[in-house]
């Protein structure tokens, strides 16, 4: 009997240490996974906070990530100190962005190399676009913001926020900026084969073939995709277009033109619609709130545009109920639609 009670007291003993050891287990895991994620919080605020964020008022510490062309030694450009400011002056007022780490390029140098400002490119949304040869062997896509844009000034601001922390091969590459005599500029790495629409609607222009469509496809989701998922806060674009699809020497497509964008978790709201007929989601126009469903609107209508080669304010949703439409719609009909693009 004595026996069978010593076992018993044993036996709690041993199943009493064993709860002890298994709750002192269990806190010193809790206590170090809480710990380990307030520290990845902190990082993680750190970060943010030396990032440059749209819609805040944050500081910037983080470097840009320069293209290839502009990282030989020769390479004309200014590096501003660590806390440098960009100034914008607008009509009437000030408004300053942190550009710490973005190259400064001299307003002489850029009238010198865009030849007095007559290499025009294109014109931008809120203002032209010209080439610029550089003495050092670089070529640059010049946007420079109209003196009388008032929008275009913020939007000019929203870009170099958002793209002084955003690195993706599927992106452009914000080179430089200039803000000298009054003038605005931001630089871009070259983009030799300009945007897709002017591939599918220019003249004189070969139609791309097939596998070119299907990767430029695949590279602007890869862009979007980032943005969505891999950019912290998610960023929606909301004007996916194709003349905001440029193609660099080998093709490769690069979403550009981040004047509209926003962080989908901060400003979710707007009481302005924004973006291009014809892309627009109407969830997005009825409801007023942008989220990542509108890039994927406008991705799926950038996606018809590219097989059809009709312009979505051009009739093209009219070819895709053709195609969505009864077996009866003749298929020599719709194949005379598309086989001429």
């Given at each position: 009997m004595e026996r069978m009670k010593g076992v018993s007291e044993g036996l709690i003993i041993g199943i009493t240490v064993g709860v002890v050891i298994g709750v002192l287990l269990a806190v010193g895991i809790l206590l170090c996974m809480r710990y380990r994620r307030s520290q990845a919080q902190i990082r993680s605020s750190s970060s943010?906070?030396?990032?440059?964020?749209?819609?805040?008022?944050?500081?910037?510490?983080?470097?840009?990530?320069?293209?290839?062309?502009?990282?030989?030694?020769?390479?004309?450009?200014?590096?501003?100190?660590?806390?440098?400011?960009l100034w914008l002056e607008g009509p009437g007022r000030k408004s300053v962005i942190s550009a710490s780490g973005i190259p400064k390029y001299?307003?002489?140098?850029?009238?010198?190399?865009?030849?007095?400002?007559?290499?025009?490119?294109?014109?931008?949304a809120f203002g032209p676009v010209y080439k610029a040869d550089l003495s050092s062997g670089e070529t640059l896509a010049v946007k420079v913001l109209a003196n009388n844009s008032k929008q275009g000034e913020k939007e000019f601001q929203t870009e170099v926020l958002l793209l002084g922390r955003l690195h993706h091969r599927n992106l452009v590459n914000l080179v430089g900026y200039c803000a000298?005599?009054?003038?605005?500029?931001?630089?871009?790495?070259?983009?030799?084969?300009r945007s897709l629409a002017s591939h599918l609607y220019g003249e004189n222009i070969a139609p791309l073939r097939w596998d070119l469509r299907v990767n430029i496809a695949l590279d602007v989701a890869r862009g979007l995709e980032y943005l969505h998922d891999g950019a912290v806060p998610p960023v929606v674009h909301r004007d996916i277009k194709s003349p905001n699809i440029l193609l660099d020497q080998f093709m490769h497509a690069r979403v550009a033109d981040f004047g509209l964008s926003r962080e989908e978790m901060v400003t979710p709201n707007e009481a302005d619609i924004r973006g291009t007929y014809g892309y627009l989601d109407p969830e997005y126009v009825s409801s007023r709130s942008f989220t990542k469903k509108s890039d994927v609107y406008s991705y799926g209508v950038l996606l018809f545009e590219m097989v059809a080669g009709r312009n979505p304010q051009q009739g093209l949703m009219e070819y895709v109920e053709l195609v969505r439409g009864p077996s009866s719609v003749p298929y020599s009909f719709m194949e005379e639609c598309f086989s001429e693009h």
């Open positions: 943010r906070r030396a990032s440059t964020l749209p819609i805040r008022t944050n500081g910037v510490n983080a470097c840009v990530m320069l293209s290839d062309s502009t990282t030989g030694q020769e390479s004309p450009r200014e590096v501003e100190d660590r806390g440098a400011s001299a307003y002489k140098e850029l009238q010198k190399a865009t030849s007095n400002f007559t290499t025009l490119l294109g014109q931008g000298e005599k009054g003038q605005h500029m931001l630089l871009y790495a070259y983009m030799p084969n």
